[in-house]
């Protein structure tokens, strides 16, 4: 998701008995806003331990706010809050190198890849229109990731006995 996508999100947006995160908003300076295009409109699959992260963030969670991440004044976040309050001193913590929390959307691109997942999955994820970007920006990074690249049409050809 993109930042302004979490930071819109909605409680009445998650569908835990589907396993689904409908983004239908961004949250940005303030306000909410329509998703950056019409592919950005979109439901995406929660893991295990995404779904079970999100169902403590909602046991936990005050009266009813609309907005499933909030400041301690239950206030709407955004960028800002989340790079100066929670982001660049959790790093700093770590001991780890200063980097744009949006930048994690790209290792998650990076990481879906390498672990072969479906281009057409990922892109939908990522709410590209399709997914040129994704092998422009993303493949790149994870040439040759298994050190076999190449290897799997011959794998295939010699389980089926062609060739």
């Known amino acids: 998701m993109r930042s302004c996508e979490i930071h ?8 835990f008995d589907h396993r689904l995160i409908n983004i239908r908003q961004n949250y940005v300076n303030g ?8 592919k950005s409109r979109r439901s995406l699959k929660m893991c295990d331990t995404l779904h079970d992260a ?18 301690p004044k239950g206030k709407g976040i955004d960028t800002h809050y ?10 700093k913590k770590a001991g780890l190198k200063r980097r744009r929390p949006y930048e994690t959307r790209h290792t998650a691109a990076v990481l ?4 072969h997942e479906n281009p057409l999955y990922i892109s939908q994820m990522l709410g590209h229109s399709d997914t040129r970007l994704l092998f422009d920006v993303y493949a790149p990074y994870v040439a040759n990731a298994s050190r076999r690249d190449g ?4 794998d295939m050809m010699r389980q089926n006995k062609i060739g």
């Open 8 to 15: 819109g999100l909605y409680a009445e947006h998650i569908d």
């Open 54 to 71: 999100l169902s403590r963030v909602m046991a936990n969670r005050d009266e009813d706010p609309s907005f499933v991440f909030t400041t």
């Open 151 to 154: 290897s799997a049409f011959s």
């Open 112 to 115: 879906h890849i390498a672990a």
């Open 82 to 91: 989340i790079s100066k309050k929670i982001w660049y001193p959790t790093l």
């Open 31 to 38: 306000e909410i806003c329509d998703v950056k295009t019409p």
